[in-house]
């Protein structure tokens, strides 16, 4: 379940920045100005949106400033994090691409970036092969990208689960390594 709201008031904030806890994560992106979008979200079973109305209390041990942040979370838009694997590529003359075809958690933020993605893939192999093979070659090209992309949130669930002292300590020696490794692939053409 995730909530995501955008709070004003924070000039000190431009970077991504993501805190974490036992199956929980809030990230922060400065949006320009004193505005900030925040998105939290929280791993389990009974994240029924109109059940879990308190669910800024579950942020509230977190460090400054995700307590004042919170404050301004009264009307976050509340989602379930949901996947579509394995992905559904084509049915007949129709074709998916984007989350319509292969959704996975925000984590990565590649929603927009992977439908543009499919859609260019796409128009090339249809403007240069038969129908039939285009949409076969769609999917071949595609499904290794999208399989790799729908992963690694799963890898970094697993940071969530750790002891909070390992779950620190691994951060603060290797959270830019983490970073980089985490967009590398997607650096290559799609």
């Given at each position: 379940?995730?909530?995501?709201?955008?709070?004003?008031?924070?000039?000190?904030?431009?970077?991504?920045?993501?805190?974490?806890?036992?199956?929980?994560?809030?990230?922060?992106?400065?949006?320009?100005?004193?505005?900030?979008?925040?998105?939290?979200?929280?791993?389990?079973?009974?994240?029924?949106?109109?059940?879990?109305?308190n669910?800024?209390?579950?942020?509230?041990?977190?460090?400054?400033?995700?307590?004042?942040?919170?404050?301004?979370?009264?009307?976050?838009?509340?989602?379930?994090?949901?996947?579509?694997?394995?992905?559904?590529?084509?049915?007949?003359?129709?074709?998916?691409?984007?989350?319509?075809?292969?959704?996975?958690?925000?984590?990565l933020?590649?929603?927009?970036a992977?439908?543009?993605?499919?859609?260019?893939?796409?128009?090339?192999?249809?403007?240069?092969?038969?129908?039939?093979?285009?949409?076969?070659?769609?999917?071949?090209?595609?499904?290794?990208?999208?399989?790799?992309?729908?992963?690694?949130?799963?890898?970094?669930?697993?940071?969530?689960?750790?002891?909070?002292?390992?779950?620190?300590?691994?951060?603060?020696?290797?959270?830019?390594?983490?970073?980089?490794?985490?967009?590398?692939?997607?650096?290559?053409?799609p």
């Amino acid at each position: 379940m995730c909530r995501r709201f955008v709070a004003e008031g924070f000039p000190g904030i431009r970077d991504w920045t993501l805190y974490t806890g036992s199956g929980r994560a809030f990230l922060t992106v400065g949006i320009g100005g004193d505005r900030v979008y925040c998105y939290a979200d929280l791993m389990g079973d009974s994240l029924d949106p109109s059940l879990n109305d308190n669910w800024r209390a579950e942020f509230r041990d977190f460090a400054d400033p995700i307590p004042a942040l919170l404050d301004q979370g009264g009307d976050a838009l509340p989602g379930l994090i949901e996947e579509v694997a394995p992905p559904v590529w084509s049915e007949g003359r129709v074709v998916l691409i984007g989350d319509a075809a292969h959704a996975s958690s925000p984590n990565l933020a590649q929603g927009a970036a992977m439908a543009v993605e499919d859609a260019l893939v796409l128009a090339d192999l249809i403007s240069t092969r038969p129908i039939g093979e285009a949409l076969t070659a769609y999917r071949e090209r595609r499904s290794p990208r999208v399989s790799w992309v729908q992963d690694q949130p799963h890898h970094r669930d697993k940071l969530r689960k750790l002891h909070p002292a390992v779950r620190k300590l691994s951060l603060r020696l290797a959270s830019s390594k983490f970073f980089v490794a985490a967009y590398r692939p997607l650096r290559e053409r799609p």
